[in-house]
């Protein structure tokens, strides 16, 4: 079972283009959420999708944008990428949002210059 | 505003017990989870508290103390593999995760 996967794995940008980071889960989870990590600080949660068809902005929204066309797929989409959105991005997932287990993909790591 | 405190940093020798504190702050609360992250790697879920008490899962107990705001992960018969970084996160009124910066908690032989 894959649960849930992200591409790609890295990626260096140049400032002012345009990404669109992917991720796909297996489990037939209602609930995803981008994060992203950045050294010395929490986890950022920046959009979520309660059930496909639904999206909500989070702490950081700003700079990002996402879809939920279906159940297994959240693209996470940077319009004009700028240097301050070097992170690293996790996708995840729980069956139900609230207070559910969430799992996590394995991340991508995004330099933007 | 919302807030979680973890330490940053934690030593520990293997076979050894450590209790690693976590505060929080949030709008609400629904429950307190606890996830481990080893280095370069994804977070994986420990633990979930929503109600005061200890909860206990082999090597690994979480307790959770809703009035004082405060949470433990208790890691016993410390194992190398359990080198990583352990993450504290509160879910707050809008069923949303604030997340601690997390602790890295380093075993020594």
């Known amino acids: 079972t894959a649960g849930i996967t992200q591409a790609p794995t890295s990626q260096i940008l140049a400032a002012g283009r345009s990404m669109t980071l992917r991720c796909t889960q297996d489990m037939r989870h209602n609930a995803m959420y981008w994060y992203r990590q950045d050294l010395g600080l929490g986890l950022r949660l920046i959009h979520y999708?309660?059930?496909?068809?639904?999206?909500g902005k989070g702490e950081v929204p700003d700079g990002y944008s996402v879809s939920r066309a279906n159940t297994d797929d959240f693209p996470l989409t940077l319009a004009s990428a700028v240097p301050s959105q070097t992170s690293v991005y996790f996708c995840a997932s729980s069956s139900e949002g609230g207070n559910y287990e969430q799992f996590f993909g394995p991340g991508t790591r995004l330099t933007v210059l | 505003g919302q807030n979680i405190d973890q330490p940053t940093e934690m030593t520990a020798t293997e076979g050894a017990i450590v209790q690693i504190n976590c505060t929080y702050q949030t709008s609400g609360f629904n429950g307190l989870f606890w996830y481990q992250q080893h280095a370069g790697e994804a977070p994986t879920f420990l633990s979930y508290?929503?109600l005061d008490g200890l909860e206990e899962k082999g090597r690994f107990s979480s307790f959770l103390s809703r009035s004082k705001g405060y949470s433990y992960l208790l890691l016993k018969e410390l194992q190398m593999k359990d080198s990583a970084s352990y993450l504290c996160?509160?879910?707050?009124?809008?069923?949303?995760?604030?997340w601690g910066a997390g602790t890295k908690l380093i075993i020594k032989p």
């Open positions: 508290n929503v």
């Open positions: 996160a509160a879910m707050d009124s809008n069923y949303q995760l604030i």
């Open positions: 999708s309660n059930t496909a068809g639904t999206t």
